[in-house]
């Protein structure tokens, strides 16, 4: 029935833009670094305005989920539509074009490269691919975003449009390290052929007075800091400088319509190091931060699970008290000083606000040119974030924390047809991999037909239907090597994962259902790329009976693993022959023969 009436709303929507001799609608997608949904429209005590803003003209997803609780793989699923098996894209490192099953990473055709390819006008600014190797570049942390053709040295930069080119024009980055130098123009590859690299490049750039504003704060060349407030412009951090890059690229498409665009929006904060204008800091007074609800780590729990502390060796962290304590399986890192976790939990919070403040700064823009109803905008989260929950700080899990994400869509109803849900919450199980079918759903266009997507299109639940009655799950997975787990200070999910291969290397699948999640941990064969599912290292379940999507669950569910239980073996074996269903169906190329 929910097929039937969908087909009967898309007819409707041909009809009316034929009438009307509509365009195809102009995207503006965005993407926030480190986001997890403490924001005020899932009942979180933040300020985030403009968020509220785009979440009244838009479906909301509360129970959306990323496919790897790292940027660049995670990324990389969401902009090819492709899980991380088959690209083999796990970890920040592999490149999917070199890296993907069968040597097929170059027929795959990004999300911005698809649009392109249709006429589109795609551009971007911030972070929206992980730069660096990840996407492409020649550096760990620079360049890249996906500019290909390839050249010889195995790289990829931009020239001129080709079918490989995710980007109609050179893209344009910034980002910003923890001594408060935005990245480096001549590293950036843009513009550039591989005669000039690296002495070519551009992107967004601090002046003068934003430099000396941060050597008076006394944070400038002060890396390893977890936090800081400096007084300083909006315009002194990347997320002001993002903003005025797609203002300036939005007025440019009021002045030359001619082409429909995909513009992409990467904001870089909550990302470490929280750093914002000393303002969005104050909105948060330390005494009124709530500590996390459950301040330790379950006791019940495999080891594997257990994610380090990113911050603990801060200069800000560590001397106010960190505990160091180690047990057969596991080593961890817990902040024992109470003002020490307000004020990170602050500045993060402070971060949100201050990226929502810029946002509101581009959505201003949309509405004041008339661009908002034509344009189709999502939003998601990278990832998630912890931000203390269980006595976890950072991302790279599998528990909610991890991998749960803020998602919101708006679709332009066209005049006079109340076709796409405002103000709404969606119940469907969404993924992040969903974003590239629904978005070209709503663009008219057609998906590539040989591409194998492990998502599936939103759009009838932007209609308003549940989409509850197939595919409701979310998968997502997580490489780790056990050694690390018994190490202060290591962190998976970087680096090259062939190199994880001698120390009995492990993947964990997690599988989320509307009522529980159910994760497992197997031995991994690298070079098969295929988990030994008779080799089980650990499993967890959790019961998510009740869970309305909204903040509570992060701070207050996932407590009590319940995969030992007697009671809960039936669910047990029920979930674990689905979930390795799941796995081997995920198996394999990125393309159909």
């Avoid at 301040?295 to 106010?320: E, F, I, Q, R, W």
């Avoid at 269903?581 to 990125?590: M, T, V």
């Amino acid at each position: 029935m929910v097929a039937v009436m969908h087909t009967v709303a898309v007819l409707i929507l041909q009809l009316i833009a034929i009438t009307l001799c509509t365009k195809p609608p102009n995207v503006l997608f965005i993407v926030v670094d480190d986001l997890n949904p403490s924001l005020n429209s899932y009942n979180f005590p933040s300020i985030t305005p403009n968020l509220d803003r785009l979440a009244s003209i838009s479906t909301q997803f509360r129970h959306a989920y990323v496919s790897v609780s790292v940027c660049a793989p995670s990324r990389t699923a969401f902009l090819t539509g492709i899980r991380p098996d088959k690209t083999h894209a796990w970890t920040i490192g592999p490149y999917f074009r070199n890296s993907s099953a069968n040597k097929q990473g170059m027929q795959i055709k990004s999300l911005p490269q698809l649009f392109r390819l249709n006429g589109y006008n795609t551009t971007g600014a911030g972070k929206i691919w992980h730069c660096g190797t990840p996407s492409g570049g020649m550096t760990s942390d620079e360049g890249g975003g996906d500019q290909c053709p390839e050249f010889p040295d195995g790289h990829c930069r931009w020239t001129e449009p080709s079918e490989v080119a995710s980007w109609t024009e050179p893209y344009w980055f910034c980002d910003q390290f923890t001594n408060d130098t935005v990245q480096s123009p001549a590293m950036q590859q843009w513009p550039c052929s591989s005669a000039t690299w690296p002495s070519c490049g551009s992107g967004c750039v601090q002046d003068q007075a934003c430099i000396d504003c941060f050597k008076r704060a006394g944070t400038w060349n002060e890396s390893n800091l977890a936090y800081f407030a400096a007084d300083c412009p909006s315009e002194c951090y990347p997320e002001g400088l993002i903003a005025n890059r797609a203002i300036d690229v939005l007025d440019w498409h009021v002045n030359n319509p001619s082409k429909p665009f995909f513009f992409g929006l990467g904001f870089k904060r909550p990302h470490l190091s929280y750093k914002t204008p000393k303002s969005f800091a104050d909105m948060y007074p330390l005494e009124d931060i709530d500590l996390p609800a459950h301040l330790g780590y379950p006791d019940n729990l495999p080891g594997l699970s257990y994610t380090h502390n990113c911050m603990a060796g801060s200069k800000d962290v560590k001397p106010y008290g960190v505990d160091l304590n180690c047990t057969s399986d596991r080593c961890t890192e817990y902040i024992s000083n109470m003002t020490t976790q307000r004020a990170l939990r602050r500045a993060y919070y402070a971060s949100v606000t201050f990226m929502d403040s810029q946002l509101g700064r581009v959505l201003d823009k949309l509405n004041e040119t008339g661009l908002l109803d034509t344009t189709v905008i999502s939003f998601i989260g990278d990832h998630g974030y912890s931000s203390g929950s269980k006595g976890l700080w950072c991302k790279e899990s599998q528990f909610e924390n991890g991998v749960r994400i803020p998602m919101m869509i708006h679709a332009p109803n066209p005049q006079g047809a109340a076709i796409y849900q405002y103000d709404y919450v969606s119940d469907t199980l969404a993924e992040s991999v969903d974003l590239y079918p629904t978005l070209v759903e709503l663009a008219g266009l057609q998906l590539p037909p040989k591409q194998n997507f492990g998502g599936r299109s939103l759009v009838p639940a932007l209609e308003g239907h549940p989409m509850t009655d197939t595919h409701n799950y979310a998968i997502s997975q997580w490489p780790r090597r056990p050694s690390c787990t018994t190490a202060h200070g290591c962190v998976d999910g970087h680096g090259d994962p062939f190199a994880f291969d001698p120390d009995q290397a492990v993947m964990s699948y997690s599988l989320r259902t509307p009522e529980y999640r159910y994760s497992v941990w197997f031995n991994y064969t690298w070079e098969t790329y295929t988990p030994d599912f008779d080799h089980i290292l650990g499993r967890e379940l959790y019961d998510h009976h009740g869970d309305l999507g909204d903040y509570y669950a992060i701070e207050h569910l996932e407590l009590e693993n319940l995969a030992g239980e007697p009671s809960m073996q039936a669910i047990v074996t029920e979930l674990h022959e689905q979930l390795v269903a799941i796995i081997k169906e995920g198996l394999g190329n990125p393309l159909q023969d």
